[in-house]
């Protein structure tokens, strides 16, 4: 892949905004991934205060290439769903005033009954932010991890409005057993963003494990090649760890530059 165009999730690398920041641009990403739930509310950002903050990014040489709203519930809970809704909207349309395009969250279980009510649920409510997007300009990424990647692509090729996509998470895949080589061939005509996490299987645990990038089962070089040849310009997203930190974040920069 000729330009990988790396982001660096800043809520997982337990610094202050600013200092993340810093940070990004030193270890050498190009775009960050912005927590609007935990890190940076929409609310307590004036346009004037948007704008000094892309001027900050600007200055470090870096872009906000995704939006991460993290909901507590997914959007086939009826339980307040529409707090949770409105809630995106907001997000969406703050990823845009920001210069992103993309908003990324685990939008729920996926049934493997198309008639379950929850998938029904999933299917209204997904069409809802997608017309959304399609209106303020930011596309929500479903993350993949909760269900086979082919149960996510089929309730969103099972909606009317296709303004919606995929943030890929081999990771999650792999860890929640969900993983197959395949998997990346199924998401890539709908993925939005690609998050560079890696994972190994523990049968003994029943479940995967994370482990650093390029060490694991996701066989990133063959992710980046399907990617490739589906001509995707997305961002890939690194996330820090708690075990390695910054030196692993690091290591996982070299390995996608590398590759």
Not at 249 to 255: D, E, L, R
Request: hydrophobic residues 40%; glycine residues 8%.
């Amino acid at each position: 892949m000729a330009n990988v165009k790396i982001a660096l999730s800043l809520s997982t690398l337990g610094q202050p905004f600013k200092q993340a920041l810093q940070t990004a641009s030193q270890l050498g990403a190009q775009g960050v991934e912005i927590d609007v739930r935990n890190t940076l509310r929409p609310e307590e950002l004036s346009d004037t205060g948007r704008r000094q903050l892309r001027k900050m990014m600007s200055d470090l040489n870096l872009r906000v290439a995704a939006i991460r709203f993290p909901t507590r519930r997914g959007y086939d809970v009826v339980d307040d769903l529409d707090r949770r809704m409105d809630a995106t909207r907001k997000a969406m349309s703050f990823a845009f005033s920001l210069g992103a395009s993309v908003v990324i969250n685990a939008v729920g279980a996926v049934p493997e009954e198309n008639e379950h009510p929850a998938y029904t649920q999933l299917q209204n409510s997904l069409s809802d932010l997608a017309r959304h997007g399609a209106h303020v300009g930011a596309m929500l990424a479903c993350e993949t991890g909760s269900e086979p990647a082919e149960r996510l692509t089929g309730l969103l090729d099972s909606l009317p409005e296709q303004a919606i996509g995929v943030a890929y998470n081999p990771g999650n895949l792999i860890v929640n057993d969900h993983f197959d080589e395949e998997s990346i061939r199924c998401c890539a005509s709908w993925t939005l963003a690609m998050i560079a996490r890696d994972g190994v299987r523990d049968l003994a645990r029943g479940r995967g494990l994370e482990v650093p990038l390029g060490q694991g089962s996701a066989e990133i070089p063959e992710v980046l090649g399907v990617l490739e040849e589906r001509h995707y310009d997305g961002w890939f997203h690194i996330e820090a760890n708690a075990h390695g930190g910054l030196p692993e974040v690091a290591n996982a920069i070299s390995f996608l530059r590398e590759l």
